[in-house]
């Protein structure tokens, strides 16, 4: 059983992902907000409400795009894709909670493409934790984080809608792939 701890205040990486997105966002014409299920889908509601996007936001879950589908199989949590909005021309802010290698982004991009092209993606983050395997940069981040590689970021929503931002050990797994499979 992992164990966890806080680590980050959540909260005030919010405020400073949100300045970030809002300053990059400036004179854009339509831009729209698009996040990765989950924790990435949290944090683009809480922007595109605070950045009064709401009619420009959407969802991506990625689970039948990733590259390792075949090996890790479907995550028991599929959500449904909800983009109702025109991606072709739109500059998109892509969400993720965590950036790590790159592959969850890489595997958002290719379900934005089968809604359109859009003229830019940008990616936000909350945290990036580095260990990229795919040359993949957050536009907007949080924070970097170095983590030891049994250990993994962890984004959590309460019932009020406020964040954490967690470290987890995974370090007491008894099955050495389970770390390395872990999404973070």
Known sequence: MPTSKHAYDAEALYRDLLGQVRAGLDGVPEPAIVGIHSGGAWLAERLARD?????????????????????KGLHPDVKPTHIRFPVDGATVVLVDDVLQTGRTVRAAINVLFDYGRPACIRLAALADRGGRELPVAADYVGTRAELAPQQSLCLQRDAAGQLALTIEDDSAATDASAASDASH
């Open 51 to 71: 950045l009064d996007l709401t009619s420009r936001f959407g969802t991506i879950d990625v689970s039948f795009y990733r590259d390792d589908y075949a090996r």
